[in-house]
């Protein structure tokens, strides 16, 4: 293990903690806050994975995630970025796509064969002959993929997600962000800041140069960190990374758990009324040959190994580097005992002057307008040349770390998400912020600032910006703060260089997916010209680091190559998640949800077997037979109780509730008399039924009805929806929740309910169709109606919900002595099947008009004015002979029913089979079908074809409906 | 994108809340001598527009009123009234 | 495969003032028809006008996913004929599009669900495609990632399998079909925007472009989501059409876990697995019209709900992005092909919704026979813009609808 640096007040390890994990099998040792990747370092792993394409061996190149050159095997989960987990206590990491090992790949050979696969050569190969490429595909597919998942893997730990809202959100820790979260706090706002690493204070935290005489940067960020810490109205959510921005302010984000939290990771979503995007800079990836050699990392990432962990990142160093902070670590890290053969600056002049004094103190070479052209070395870099930038002279040096980085760039997908517009900055070489999404305000090096002060200051002016979109600030003083930030510098110059004076055959613009300059120059002379083709033909910027590495030298690169002056340069697209995102992470907590039914738990200790109905939960079967034998049987000859709660129920009332009623109901809503239940159903504009049920009076302009199950949930939509522009005076409630429904059914429904109820129910005192209201035992207030779904004497009683397990239980008393018994979804379905009362969505679909099921009856055409909703289409179609209808049909030769949903055909297809069933009572095979007009007349015979049925077809012939019972006589009994 | 909608009772919501109703097509047009053309024309047919359109939306998870706005299908801002009818 | 670059559909060339036939929209369905009709028709004067760039719109934004499982008989031999056409362009083109016919397995959470796939199925066998319902341990079979287990909101009760179905490469599709037309004589004008169709005494007489006025007599519009908005603004025909945003997303790579395309209705969510490793996912709409091609909170939120309950182990694999296309729906979700209808020479190829990919083969080729001989061919019969006024909507979904713009 590596000897940690002791003594500095940056460091985020604690030394004293040792953690063990396992990698590839064998015990390690980091320290508590290590990630995995650190401490896998300080264990002497340089390698961390191969490549996706060519199988090259990859090392620590940021700390940030930017790429995947650190994923591994965590846990079981693949894919996970190395470099920015935190180690935790026993876990379990391995390699991911090698052969062999990371440091022996037997797969690393196809390096070499880089000449056959220029960008897009799957499309030119492997398909000829034809035969080959199901085989290719196959090799195609297990080489492809990074990680493997076991289907069989089981997610341990807690997600949970949570919603707050706030007046301000604050993306980004650092300097602005604290500024911009402090001035906004001020002013009296709730703002909440979110910091991706797990410590605020962004690129102050880990540096140690003055900042001010006396105090570092790193003392700056840790009092700007308590002023935020302490501020009451700010939420600090740390190692939280934003992953989407959208309009309206809507932010979403994860954090990831510390020891003390109650979960693992956890989704964000916040909705404020203003965003400050304080997301800083990322460096800017230097491209020269074997540009991703292990051996090569970013500044950031080399100096926080040593001052964040602890780590010196190598013996011997050169640096290729294009800006201040390049010279910083430069000295930061000599300072700190790294030998540094030479820094390759690729500026000519415009270096901090006190740097660069700094570094002749220590006897550092500085070469002003050089830069490294090759990493050597095969699996680690062992020497870099360093040429002038124009290639004219070069020079070799020896080293094991070489600290490459041609200049930063601001990270600004948080705006470009929302559709905020950047431009191509000449001075800085930047994407700036052009046209900012509104309520959203960009702070800090986003700016292209970088003097220290100025970044403070525009933070502190984002927060108040953010305050005035929330009217708690005034313009003069957000004009003293410009002011303010005016006198201070501004954005100092840029590097131009896009790329070393090579080639380009390995110099690579995308390490995710292996993407070459060479391919891009590829793409470009194959017609691709603009960057999003580009990245559509090579992949570039398509990989897990979400195009962190090519995001910004891709466009730059297009433009050089085709020569194109530096305005035209546009941006690439980002797309959320900005950060990779667990599924669990965005799953949080949950839950299914469903609704139950009063009788719900009595009906599972009936043994009922439940089933998911729309957004409910209903008792589909009684026993495991599911032909419902026994329920139909018990029906039939004798009584069975249904629960119907799930029936949309609702009132209207008011002086033009008629009129409303009139709208959407195809019958003539006037005549509906007390006392009586008036079946009806409501149409679409193409005249297709929708719905069916029934209507009752209960007073003057007051009524009560019934809708389907699946209709409950946007009848008063449908209601109000089709008489909003009529100014009608009538009121709804939808009491589907509050009221319950019993179905007692059978010959003996009668004498059970008599037992519990005090009025006379002889068929001459209450008679088929019939309603009346009535009170049990003086308290429980029963909407009885006659009606005959099953095609059975039958009762259904509407209920309080509060009621319904008692009436139950005085129906199941009463019928005991009847072996009265449950019956489900199923068993009805078949009862009102034989008697043919239809389902919607069953015996009708999209196509399906009221005409087309029979219920033509129902319609009364003598109302124009009432505008009924599916009146004009029902005209206009009345007369189509070519429309499906519906027709009943019993089996050929006694033959067995159909399956649900087989067709009718002749040489095409004619129709299909509804419901059919064997039916118990009437000893055949009978059903419903809807079939072509040609086919309706009774005894024509239907041609039906069942899925796998081959050659073989059955045969039914149309019979007249209902099949059971036609005269009606049961239910009226 | 995040929709919000401002419900005349409710005021500004999440557009999930919402049921979308249909670009506005004025009132049922009377049934006397409405040919099939003119019926398809109302119930079915849309004018698409990439920009501002006056539509109808249902608050479904809140007071259950039909209402209208002017929305901008590009970006899927609302816009005021005054400054859509421009 | 070695050999020096070349662009693949042609160098630019100046846009003349005459064409034969324009197409306006460089999609898919236009590159196909553009195809066909230089190839089986002989015309080769075509100038196909794309405001941004090819494959721009939905032909790059779609998942890729192919299948000939429609519900009607009107569709399902348009969809067969699309299925068998892969592996011929693939020869003909000589372009590798990449068909991995892996099977469609559409899962089914309920005994209804498994009566109206029946039908589906019995339609597919009947016209010689192959389906098969299966039960829940045979499509655990197929997909051991399944959770089959009565522990989730919508239990898998069986499956639709679907085995000629798959996922071919979209971008490989544009790219191929570009180069195919391209090679034939056909003019691609990229960054090229139609502004308006002229005609005169009921017929088109030209097109007029940011790039200049073009005379012609025949003109397509197939600009997929653009589509209905265009034909409104350039010539007053408005389409019962509502344009949505859909999204779709990928996770990280992975090793082969998939071996199929798995979907669920009742879970609004469809997942296959590229070549790539990628798992992709999508089906969600924000059910108001829009044409943003914003991706939104909420459904990547609901597309990882509904993953980790029917494939749990994907719990553990990373979002990596998520993107936005546009769909033009119609009610009955079934296609609007016309042509000579409202103005000789006018033509029009919309409405598809979410299944433009899979059927721009073969809708290309009869759209070009239907210019070509200014004859319906019999197979686009049944998507003609009259069957709403008939109140005869297509019967392609099953459920009732009440017309909410995202059926």
Request: with cysteine; glycine share 10%; proline share 4%.
């Amino acid at each position: 293990m590596m000897n940690r640096l002791n003594n500095l007040a940056t460091l985020q390890i604690d030394s004293s903690r040792k953690i063990s994990f396992i990698f590839r099998g064998k015990r390690y040792y980091g320290l508590e806050g290590d990630t995995i990747a650190t401490a896998l370092y300080s264990n002497g792993i340089r390698i961390f994975a191969r490549s996706l394409k060519y199988h090259r061996p990859r090392g620590l190149y940021s700390l940030d995630g930017e790429c995947s050159n650190t994923c591994m095997e965590v846990d079981g989960i693949p894919n996970v970025r190395c470099e920015n987990t935190l180690l935790k206590d026993a876990m379990e990491i391995k390699e991911q796509n090698v052969k062999g090992s990371l440091e022996n790949d037997k797969m690393s050979v196809i390096d070499k064969m880089d000449w056959m696969m220029p960008a897009g050569f799957y499309y030119n190969t492997m398909h000829k002959p034809a035969k080959i490429w199901p085989i290719a595909m196959k090799q195609i597919r297990k080489v492809a993929g990074l990680g493997t998942l076991s289907p069989d893997f089981k997610m341990t730990g807690k997600y949970d997600e949570i919603f707050p809202t706030t007046d301000v959100c604050v993306i980004g820790g650092g300097p602005a962000g604290m500024s911009a979260a402090l001035s906004a706090a001020g002013k009296g706002l709730r703002v909440i800041l979110l910091e991706s690493r797990p410590v605020l204070g962004g690129f102050f935290e880990y540096r140690l140069k003055e900042y001010k005489e006396g105090q570092s940067f790193h003392e700056r960020a840790r009092e700007l960190a308590a002023q935020v810490e302490e501020a009451e109205n700010i939420r600090v959510f740390t190692h939280a990374s934003m992953i989407g921005a959208y309009n309206n302010n809507l932010i979403t984000g994860f954090q990831i758990g510390r020891e003390s939290d109650c979960f693992d990771e956890r989704y964000i979503e916040i909705r404020a009324q203003s965003v400050i995007v304080a997301t800083g800079c990322i460096e800017r990836p230097l491209l020269f040959e074997n540009n991703e050699r292990p051996g090569i990392m970013q500044t950031g990432c080399a100096l926080r190994m040593a001052h964040t962990y602890g780590l010196l990142p190598g013996k011997e160093a050169v640096f290729s580097i294009g800006h201040d902070l390049g010279l910083e670590t430069a000295i930061s890290l000599y300072d700190l005992g790294l030998k540094i053969s030479c820094v390759a600056d690729i500026r000519r002049e415009g270096q901090d002057s006190e740097l660069v004094a700094q570094l002749r103190e220590r006897n550092i070479e500085l070469l002003k307008g050089s830069v490294a052209t090759m990493a050597h070395g095969a699996k680690q870099v062992n020497k870099v040349t360093i040429a002038t930038v124009n290639g004219t002279a070069s020079q070799d040096y020896n080293c094991d770390l070489l600290v490459a980085s041609a200049g930063l760039t601001p990270v600004t997908s948080a705006i470009t998400v929302v559709r905020g517009r950047l431009k191509y900055d000449d001075h800085t070489g930047y994407f700036l912020p052009d046209q900012m999404p509104e309520k959203m305000h960009a702070t800090g090096r986003v700016l292209g600032l970088d003097n220290a002060l100025a970044i403070e200051s525009s933070g502190r002016l984002a927060g108040l910006q953010a305050a005035f979109d929330c009217k708690a600030c005034s313009i003069a003083e957000i004009g003293e703060a410009e002011n303010e930030l005016e006198k201070l510098p501004g954005p100092t110059q840029g590097t131009k260089l896009v790329i070393a004076p090579v080639k380009g055959r390995k110099s690579f613009i995308c390490f995710d997916e292996d993407t070459t300059i060479k391919n891009i120059n590829q793409a470009i002379d194959k017609g691709f010209d603009v960057p999003e083709l580009i990245k559509r033909f090579t992949s570039a910027g398509t990989g897990p680091g979400q195009g962190g590495i090519p995001g910004h030298n891709l466009p730059l690169y297009v433009a050089q190559y085709q020569k194109l002056p530096s305005i035209s340069i546009r941006s690439t697209t980002v797309r959320p998640p900005i950060v990779p995102t667990l599924l669990s992470t965005y799953a949080g907590t949950n839950h299914a949800m469903f609704k139950r039914t009063p009788m719900d738990e009595m009906q599972r200790e009936d043994g009922g077997v439940f089933r998911n109905i729309g957004v409910w939960q209903r008792a589909r079967y009684f026993s495991n037979d599911f032909s419902c034998k026994a329920e139909i049987e018990n029906v039939r000859s004798n009584v069975g109780i249904l629960d119907g709660s799930t029936l949309g129920k609702f009132r209207i009332s008011g002086p033009d509730a008629v009129k409303a009623l009139e709208r959407v109901f195809v019958s003539d809503m006037s005549k509906i008399k007390e006392g009586r239940v008036k079946y009806s159903a409501m149409c679409n504009d193409d005249g297709c039924v929708i719905d069916d049920g029934i209507i009752v009076k209960q007073g003057e302009n007051d009524f009560y009805f019934t809708t389907s199950t699946g209709r409950a949930g946007s009848t008063i939509e449908w209601i109000r929806y089709h008489t909003r522009y009529d100014g009608w005076d009538f009121h709804m409630v939808n009491l589907t929740d509050s009221m319950g429904v019993i179905n007692l059914s059978g010959p003996n429904a009668r004498k059970v309910l008599e037992k519990i109820v005090d009025i006379d129910i002889s068929n001459e005192a209450f008679g088929f169709s019939e309603y009346r209201e009535f009170k049990i035992k003086d308290t429980i207030s029963v909407r009885a109606m006659r009606l005959g779904f099953v095609g059975e004497l039958s009762y259904e009683l509407h209920v309080p919900s509060s009621y319904m397990k008692s009436v139950w239980l005085m129906l199941n008393e009463a019928g005991k002595e009847f072996n009265i018994r449950n019956f489900g979804v199923e068993a009805q379905n078949v009862l009102r099947m034989e008697k043919c009362h239809i389902i919607l969505g069953q015996e009708s679909e999209q196509r399906t008009n009221l005409l087309d099921v029979g219920l033509g009856f129902l319609w009364d055409r003598n109302k124009p004015k009432a505008k009924t909703v599916g009146a004009v289409a029902l005209r206009q179609a009345e007369s189509d002979q070519t429309r499906l209808k519906l027709v009943g049909f019993k089996m050929e030769n006694s033959g067995r029913a159909p399956r649900d949903g087989s067709l009718i055909v002749d040489e095409k297809v004619r129709g299909y089979i509804c419901t059919a069933r064997d039916s118990f009572t009437l000893k055949e095979g009978v059903g419903m079908a809807l079939v072509e007009g040609d086919l309706t007349k009774i005894g024509t015979r239907l041609e039906i074809y069942e899925d796998e049925c081959g050659d073989d077809r059955i045969y039914g012939k149309v019979v007249q409906m209902p099949l059971y019972d036609p005269e009606g006589t049961r239910m009226k009994m | 994108m995040a929709l919000t909608i401002t419900c005349p009772i409710c005021g500004k919501r999440n557009g999930y809340e919402f049921k979308f109703g249909g670009e506005e097509r004025g009132p049922r047009p009377d049934e006397k001598d409405l040919t099939p053309e003119a019926w398809c024309d109302y119930v079915h047919m849309n004018n698409c527009v990439a920009g501002v359109q006056k539509e109808w939306w249902f608050h479904r998870d809140g007071c259950g009123s039909w209402f209208t706005i002017h929305r901008d299908t590009t970006t899927n801002f609302e816009v005021e009234k005054a400054e859509a009818e421009k | 495969m070695f050999s020096k670059q070349k662009p693949l559909w042609g160098k630019k060339k100046k846009l003349k003032s005459s064409y034969d036939v324009v197409l306006i929209g460089g999609g898919l369905h236009n590159l196909a028809t553009a195809y066909y009709l230089a190839k089986n028709h002989g015309v080769t004067d075509i100038a196909i006008i794309e405001k941004n760039f090819i494959g721009f719109g939905g032909a790059g934004r779609n998942t890729a996913i192919v299948r000939a499982n429609q519900r009607t008989q009107h569709n399902v031999p348009l969809y067969k004929e699309a299925l068998d056409l892969w592996p011929v362009l693939t020869k003909e083109l000589d372009y590798n599009l990449m068909f991995n016919n892996c099977g469609n397995l559409n899962l089914m959470h309920s005994e209804a669900a498994m009566k109206a796939a029946r039908t589906t199925i019995s339609t597919a066998q009947f016209h010689g495609v192959e389906s098969h319902l299966i039960d829940a341990k045979e499509a655990k079979e197929l997909v051991p990632a399944l959770n089959i287990s009565d522990d989730i909101t919508f239990p898998i009760h069986g499956a639709m399998f679907h085995p000629p179905g798959g996922i071919v490469r979209h971008d490989a599709v544009v790219w191929g079909l570009a180069k195919g037309a391209a090679e034939k004589g056909v003019e691609i004008h990229q960054q090229t925007e139609a502004l308006a169709v002229g005609t005169k005494n009921g017929k088109v007489t030209s097109v007029t472009t940011s790039e200049g006025v073009i005379n012609t007599k025949q003109v397509l519009i197939s600009a997929g989501g653009y589509s209905a908005g265009l034909i409104n603004g350039m010539l007053g025909i408005k389409l019962p059409i509502s344009v949505l945003t859909i999204q779709a997303m990928v996770t990280q790579p992975l090793k082969p876990l998939l071996n199929h395309v798995v979907s669920s209705g009742a879970y609004h969510c469809y997942a296959n697995q590229t070549l790539k490793g990628e798992i992709a996912t999508g089906a969600h709409m924000d059910p108001w019209p829009n044409y943003t091609n914003l991706s939104t909170a909420h459904f990547i939120k609901h597309q990882a709900e509904a993953l980790c309950e029917f494939l749990p182990c994907l719990k553990g694999v990373r979002f990596m992005r998520i993107w936005g296309g546009l769909a033009d729906m119609t009610p009955d979700m079934a296609p609007i092909l016309e042509g000579n209808n409202h103005f000789d020479g006018f033509f029009m190829n919309c409405g598809w919704g979410y299944f433009g990919f899979k059927s721009c083969s073969s809708a290309g080729k009869y759209m070009a026979e239907y210019m070509a001989t200014n004859h319906c061919p019999d197979m686009l019969k049944p998507f003609a813009l009259k069957r709403y006024e008939e109140h005869k909507l297509m019967g392609e979904t099953a459920a009732l609808v009440s017309y909410s713009p995202d059926n």
